[in-house]
């Protein structure tokens, strides 16, 4: 009876050390994107029931609810963080699968669609930084609009080369990707874009992973597609932005 007294007495501790423990973080994202994958199946897969987005949610109410701080939490979180790096580097093999899809025209293909990367980056980043200047954001966000066009874990590599915030920089690289992923489909309908390569590309050039994650659902020659365009963007944008913002910056 002491020792159930004793537990009841320290429980606040015990809950308190619990929730901070690296395991905790890493359990519930692992859980919140576990949810959010069921529920997207069980939409049949609909683009507004993004895994991702509901993730994302769930995670934020669930840091207001239980009072966990977000320096704690993306302190376990930091080994999923780390596997997002190797997952971009993996994309490779898609990429490569892409790219033996079209022998015997690959470096056509490749010029085009290089091409068709430049022009639709630097749209992305000349229209977000527009913008934000447009609505008078502050400095150190519009900062970030220069990196946050290109995928997550090469956006903050460059955040970094900027001087900029590589926690903003994540969160807007993010937020861009669900929206591309979520009204991508919205878009190609009203456009009548049905060529699942040209769905692919778009989505993966735009929405950057989340974008690739959609296209692969959609069809593996658009998810191929889409791995080759996000890493194309990644590539030029690693090497490109940085230099165009000391030009033009």
Do not use: D
């Amino acid at each position: 009876m002491n020792e159930l007294s004793l537990l009841a007495s320290r429980g606040p501790e015990i809950w308190l050390y619990l929730l901070n423990h690296p395991v905790t973080s890493l359990l519930l994202t692992l859980l919140a994107y576990q949810f959010g994958l069921w529920c997207f199946h069980w939409s049949g897969r609909k683009p507004y029931m993004n895994p991702v987005l509901i993730a994302v949610t769930l995670l934020v109410a669930l840091l207001q609810l239980t009072g966990l701080q977000y320096a704690n939490y993306i302190e376990g979180a930091r080994f999923i963080h780390f596997l997002l790096g190797i997952a971009t580097v993996a994309l490779a093999i898609p990429i490569y699968k892409g790219l033996t899809a079209v022998r015997g025209r690959v470096v056509l293909t490749l010029a085009l669609v290089s091409g068709a990367t430049l022009v639709g980056g630097g749209v992305s980043i000349g229209s977000a930084v527009f913008l934000a200047n447009l609505m008078g954001v502050e400095f150190e966000v519009i900062l970030t609009m220069w990196a946050k066009s290109v995928t997550a874990p090469i956006a903050i590599g460059v955040s970094e080369r900027l001087g900029a915030s590589a926690t903003l920089t994540t969160l807007f690289a993010i937020l861009t990707g669900i929206m591309g992923a979520t009204l991508g489909t919205v878009v190609f309908n009203f456009l009548r874009l049905k060529r699942n390569w040209v769905q692919g590309f778009t989505l993966g050039l735009a929405a950057h992973g989340i974008g690739t994650a959609r296209a692969f659902s959609v069809h593996p020659e658009a998810g191929r597609y889409a791995s080759l365009g996000m890493g194309l963007h990644g590539i030029f944008g690693a090497m490109l932005i940085p230099w165009l913002y000391r030009v033009l910056g």
